[in-house]
């Protein structure tokens, strides 16, 4: 049972195979053998998962069900879940209950998922690695030893190790491609304001955009379906309606200009990883599509403006845990100051405390204007960059991430390095167009992810190109070996 994607399991729930029950038990036992090793999860919700499938086997009977019903899934960390602990990596918040459900775990409640867990993530969505979380690193399932990406790491390890069939994740910088490329699974991060932000725990308000990991387009368009649209709560949501994700899915790709930013392919781009990548390429040119050249010449101030902008916003997001209204406190203050002092040193991982300095300098009187409204300027030609090659092409297609997984430890004494693994997925953010991550192959072992990334609110064309690629390829159908007890 565990081996389906969401479509088989809503055609097996619907025709009786197995219920929503037994499903979820058969994934709670999993997770309580694999987790251990993974650390996928911070909090898992093994009685109110088992509520929530009784309540949805009961609607799948009287005839009231969605394609979702009965299907479990699992939320990262950042997603407010009401009465469960939303942490988002962070000792700062390990004693936080959320009062409420973000919008996007409203929907997808309201669709009768079943949501077995909170699953593990950077502290505060801050890492490309899982390894800043309060709670310990998540293991890469393909390999142990090397880390899932991040900062969805918990996410993408869950959905590959096939302890639930999706879960939510977010992108500021990559955070939904990137582990869903260093883990064999499907990653899309929507348009800027595509998918509700309400309740989703704040990075950089002006990145930062919710989507899903799942194992192929096709469960990922099911998702979106339900997920996308606008919300008044949001004050970023764009009030337009949600796109047909399904009907376009078989589409023909014949004659689609899709384009291949030179830049992409230079150096630091590890060999394996971009022979892996030519070859998907050359599968999408057998599929019809014709490839074009394309240049997007500001790529290489995307990383330097990212880490201006992200961290500026970060630091006054952040600002908030004060130690007053929720969140850490620390023991006997002797005065405000000292509260605050003291709860956010003990509260922040030194991650964020680094992000937090430098968005503090970046935003502090006399260097704004040298640095936050110059990264502001370039995110401007970087949007150029995609708005001119969109003329000329239809999607753009490259690598997510420059590396295989690497090992746990690698880059920990080296921010830099770590940033480094954005370099390919912060435009995308920067410009707030969407883009997908596909599993694209293999190296040492290791999962390689095609990136595709189109023009606003092309989701449903992304998702056709990707659900195409999959139905030629079988890449997206590997398990990691070991995960079947
Ligand atoms: N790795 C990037 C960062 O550390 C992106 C993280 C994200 O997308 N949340 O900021």
Redesign the pocket.
């Known amino acids: 049972m565990h081996q389906l994607g969401i479509s088989d399991i809503g055609a097996a729930l619907a025709c009786g195979d197995f219920s929503s029950v037994e499903l979820t038990r058969n994934l709670l036992d999993r997770i309580a053998a694999l987790d251990p090793r993974l650390n996928a999860f911070i909090t898992v919700c093994a009685d109110s998962a088992l509520a929530e499938a009784a309540a949805a086997d009961a609607r799948i009977r009287a005839g009231t069900a969605t394609p979702l019903t009965g299907v479990p899934y699992a939320n990262k960390d950042i997603f407010c879940t009401e009465g469960v602990r939303t942490s988002c990596g962070s000792r700062m918040l390990d004693n936080f209950i959320a009062p409420y459900d973000a919008t996007v775990v409203e929907r997808l409640r309201n669709a009768g998922m079943v949501m077995v867990g909170k699953t593990n993530m ?1 502290e505060f ?4 690695s899982t390894e800043t979380s309060f709670y310990g690193p998540t293991r890469n399932p393909w390999d142990t030893a090397r880390v899932p990406g ?3 790491g918990g996410s993408a390890a869950a959905v590959a190790a096939r302890l639930v069939p999706a879960a939510t994740a ?7 491609r ?1 582990p869903a490329s260093l883990c064999g699974v499907t990653g899309l991060k929507p348009t800027y304001g595509r998918v509700s932000r309400y309740g989703m725990i704040a ?2 308000s002006s ?2 955009q919710g989507g899903v990991i799942a194992r192929d387009a096709r469960d990922s368009a099911l998702l979106l379906t339900v997920m996308a649209g606008f919300d008044p709560r949001d004050s970023t949501s764009v009030d337009r309606p949600a796109d047909d994700y399904l009907g376009p899915l078989e589409d023909s790709l014949a004659g689609l200009r899709i384009g291949v930013p030179i830049e992409y392919f230079g150096a630091g781009l590890d060999e394996g990883v971009g022979a892996a990548i030519q070859a998907a390429l050359g599968e999408l040119e057998r599929l019809g599509a014709r490839l074009i050249d394309v240049s997007l010449p500001n790529s290489a101030l995307s990383i330097p403006a ?2 201006v902008v ?1 961290p500026a916003e970060c630091s006054s997001n952040l600002s908030r845990y004060d130690g007053v209204r929720f969140g850490h406190r620390c023991e006997e203050p002797r005065d405000l100051v000292d509260l605050y002092g003291r709860s956010r040193a003990e509260g922040f991982g030194r ?1 964020v405390k680094r ?1 937090i300095m430098i968005g503090t300098y970046a935003l502090s009187s006399g260097y704004f204007d040298a640095y936050y409204l110059k990264a502001q300027r370039i995110r401007r030609l970087i949007q150029a960059d995609f708005r001119a090659a969109f003329t000329k092409v239809d999607v753009l297609a490259g690598p997510v991430t420059p590396t295989l997984a690497f090992m746990i430890g690698e880059k920990t004494g080296d921010p830099v390095s ?2 480094l ?2 370099v390919y ?2 435009p995308a ?1 920067l410009a707030g167009i969407p883009a997908i991550a596909i599993p694209a192959g293999f190296c040492a072992g290791l999962p390689v992810g095609l990136q595709l990334a189109g023009d606003y609110f092309s989701e449903a064309r992304l998702l056709n190109v990707a659900h195409r690629f999959q139905l030629a390829t079988d890449w997206h159908r590997q398990a990691p070996p070991g995960i079947d007890r």
């Open positions: 950077d969505a801050m890492g490309s991040g900062s969805s977010t992108d500021t910088g990559g955070s939904i990137q990075y950089a990145l930062d990212y880490y992200a991650e992000r770590m940033y693994s954005d997925t912060v953010n």
